[in-house]
């Protein structure tokens, strides 16, 4: 083809037809300018189109990662839940001091309480997100606003996360010193062949006992902000989720 060019332009030259010439070379350019800009624009759709994938991916990794988050947060709320309404039911009995309770069914109430769930979400697919650049990179505006809400609101729920387990350890301290923690394993059904202990007991004196209440009712409080906060989170996730999957669409 350019061969083809060439033998026409070098004819015209030796015709001397310099208009005519002119008006071919113009022509020449003109296809040139329209070849160069027709593949400038395949390479921008194929970069297009790459970005595209890539966004697609990045939006799969993050709606899978939050669903898996909270699946797992919807288990540790129930455990919170469960562990709270324990409490309650032992801060009513430290307050009403009336119908006095045997040491079988102390044993059982402290055993309900005797846990620590709290909840560990993976943000491995985030923090690449955050130091690969391409969290910028996402066109929802939305979702990448509630991405950011989302940093805010799991460092809340971390601060509430360290007091939680600060008065946690307070509280089973208690009953590692005062009381029986060999009895209230006892009472686990996934641990076998375990008898109560001979030379400790959990004795209804604790229920006497301003410290111990007072380590219940911190650790009361302390599930209760922590409750709140899983539930926040929960709302923002299925914000998210809902989010990557509509762009996912």
Known sequence: ?????RKIRQKLIEQSKIRSYFVYAFGEIVLVVIGILIALQINNWNQERIS???NQIILNNLNKEFKENLIELNSSLLKMTTLV??????????RIQENPITETEFDQMLANTFTTPFWAPSSFVLVELKNSGALTKLTDNNLKTLLFKWEREFDKMNTAQKGYNEYASLYIEYLTLFGSVRNLDALDPSVKDLKKSTIAKNDLTMLKDPLFENRVDNFYFLSKALINRYLELKILMTEIINSSKMENQ
Request: aromatic share 12%; no cysteine.
């Open 52 to 54: 595209k994938q890539e």
């Open 85 to 94: 309404e324990s409490l309650e039911k032992l801060l009513l009995q430290l």
């Open 1 to 5: 083809m350019i061969k083809f060019f």
